[in-house]
């Protein structure tokens, strides 16, 4: 039985890179596709089972078992994410401009609240710091040292001169990296000075599925340095779609370290005992992370 990583999924057919380094194309057995179950009817009065189609496919980054040239099997995933369809990430890379378009600490905290929910790392590469005056970019690393106070690497590079590339180059060896972040920050520029001939990949790839070259309809993921870089479709923007209101407060990493007496507090209201809102006041929680939190507890209430 061979076994070997899945690197693109396209139409039903799975391209696996395989331990002996080959990368053949398969289609999975039957048992993977869906899996039936039955769950009862609360609204019917004879209880009947609706019958339910779970997808119990693999994904692009599962670690799979062929048999008899096809997929028979996946081995246990340690995250997957449904969009994009994608497992077994170690790190999102969120890149954001620092000047054109504008740096938005709102979108960061979105993205970042998104990514923990996954149980995933990320990777935050700030780009375009040639941008900015040398007591703006100063100031603007003050502000994210907050970030590297949390725990998140924190990156600023400059894709034109490859200022900074190294550093990007050193956190995604052996591991699969997912780019994603602000639209319009220079995520092809950037991937292209860390890999020159990632350009020269996805254009062959196009090229021989009849697309333009920077149109993505599926994920690949690349060799890179003992890891994988993935090309994902459709992870440009997120919502809170995915996350309950009350669940917003424990994805905030600093709200950790104060305590607030109340089990039902959304750290909104000015209530003696809450711990969060009064370290907000002080200002030992950044004042735009607050606002952050405020804005998306305030999005769910709406829904």
């Keep these: 039985m061979d076994r070997g990583r899945v690197i693109n999924l396209n139409g039903g057919v799975y391209k696996v890179l395989l331990e002996n380094g080959l990368v053949k194309s398969y289609k999975a057995r039957g048992k993977l596709r869906s899996e039936k179950t039955y769950q009862v009817n609360q609204k019917s009065l004879s209880k009947k089972k609706d019958v339910q189609y779970i997808k119990n496919s693999p994904k692009v980054g599962d670690i799979v078992n062929i048999d008899n040239d096809m997929i028979a099997s996946y081995e246990p995933r340690k995250n997957e994410m449904i969009r994009p369809d994608i497992s077994n990430v170690d790190q999102i890379l969120l890149v954001f ?5 504008d740096f938005s600490f709102y979108l960061l905290d979105l993205f970042i609240v998104n990514i923990i929910k996954q149980k995933i790392k990320p990777l ?7 941008k900015l005056t040398n007591e703006e970019l100063i100031d603007f690393k003050s502000k994210m040292q907050y970030y590297i106070n949390l725990g998140y690497d924190v990156l ?15 956190h995604l060896m052996g591991k699969i990296t997912v780019l994603s972040g602000q639209t319009g920050a220079g995520k092809s520029t ?14 062959e790839i196009s090229k021989s599925l009849g697309r333009g070259k920077h149109t993505t309809r599926e994920t690949n993921l690349y060799v890179y340095e003992n890891g994988f870089i993935g090309d994902t479709p459709g992870f440009s923007k997120l919502d809170l779609s995915e996350i309950d209101k009350d669940e917003i407060k424990n994805l905030f990493e600093e709200f950790k370290n104060y305590t607030c007496y109340f089990k039902d507090c959304n750290h909104k209201e000015n209530i003696k005992g809450c711990g969060i809102k ?4 002080k200002g030992l929680i950044l004042k735009s992370r607050y ?8 999005l769910k209430e709406i829904k």
Excluded: H, R, W
């Design 190 to 203: 950037l991937i292209n000075a860390i890999i020159p001939e990632f350009s020269l990949q996805t254009q």
């Design 124 to 130: 935050i590469v700030i780009s375009k710091i040639d």
């Design 278 to 281: 009064e370290a907000a006041s």
């Design 97 to 101: 401009a620092a000047k054109e378009p």
């Design 291 to 298: 606002e952050s939190y405020l804005k998306m507890y305030s």
């Design 156 to 170: 600023f590079v400059n894709s034109i001169n490859k200022e900074g590339i190294d550093d990007i180059k050193t």
